[in-house]
């Protein structure tokens, strides 16, 4: 099981009183049974962010994948074994900033997390993450496509520090043109020194292109695995995944890892 990382429960707390001062569980429930329905069969909506399109859906996201998604990712980056030390992190796509944050944890003193994602409510979610867990950086809104999209997030965090990139969750919601301009940039990065840090859905029907990518990677040094995890779920997220008749804590991954 994952442990509790420091600053974990106050994240939560900060945005269960946030999100449920307008709704209640109940409704959070009924808005999450609607948003895994769309990770799993109306896709094609991820593409323009559907998955917030209500403060339901915004609310269950953040309750019940933001948190699983940290703890999944706290667990794979210590078994991996992951960067650490004064990291320049850029979380690419960021959703919550929930991966950003956990590899920024994981790294310890002097990391810093720079964040970006094309929606203003993941924006707003993410300034909150980083204020929750006491991380410094800065969040941006702007466009998260492929290689193109990724440099300016890549090349323009400053300092001496080490770059680090996450991608999380998000390379399968691109299309084929964006994902295909994604890859060579990757590496590219990868080749001057950055770490860069993949993670995908177990499911295969998700990602058809994940064994090009992990030839691609392994053969550039790096890493494929797949990953399944046991997690401490906090309550609300418990409760959540009860009511949408999901598995809450069983959580499953699979990273590219150079």
Not at 7 to 21: K, M, P, S, T
Not at 74 to 100: F, M, N
Not at 127 to 155: E, S, Y
Not at 197 to 211: A, G, I, N
């Amino acid at each position: 099981m994952t442990p509790t990382p420091p600053g974990f429960e106050r994240w939560i707390a900060d945005a269960e009183a946030r999100h449920l001062r307008d709704m209640t569980p109940t409704e959070v429930g009924r808005a999450l049974r609607a948003l895994s329905s769309t990770y799993v069969e109306r896709r094609a909506r991820l593409a323009g962010r559907g998955a917030f399109d209500t403060a339901g859906k915004r609310a269950a996201y953040a309750l019940y994948y933001a948190p699983r998604r940290y703890q999944t990712l706290t667990h794979i980056l210590g078994a991996l074994g992951a960067a650490t030390g004064p990291l320049g992190i850029v979380d690419v796509g960021c959703g919550t900033g929930a991966a950003g944050a956990a590899w920024a944890v994981h790294a310890g003193a002097g990391a810093t997390l720079s964040a970006c994602d094309s929606h203003p409510w993941a924006v707003e979610e993410t300034r909150a993450t980083l204020q929750a867990f006491g991380l410094k950086g800065d969040v941006r809104r702007g466009a998260i496509g492929g290689g193109r999209g990724l440099r300016p997030w890549a090349d323009n965090n400053s300092g001496a520090q080490a770059r680090a990139v996450m991608l999380s969750y998000m390379v399968n919601e691109l299309g084929d043109d964006d994902r295909a301009d994604l890859l060579p940039a990757l590496l590219a990065a990868a080749s001057r020194g950055a770490r860069v840090l993949l993670v995908e859905p177990l499911s295969r029907k998700t990602s058809p292109w994940w064994s090009r990518w992990a030839d691609a990677v392994v053969a550039a040094g790096g890493r494929a695995d797949e990953w399944r995890v046991t997690l401490d779920l906090a309550p609300i997220t418990a409760r959540l995944g009860h009511a949408a008749r999901l598995d809450a804590a069983g959580a499953t991954a699979r990273t590219l890892y150079l």
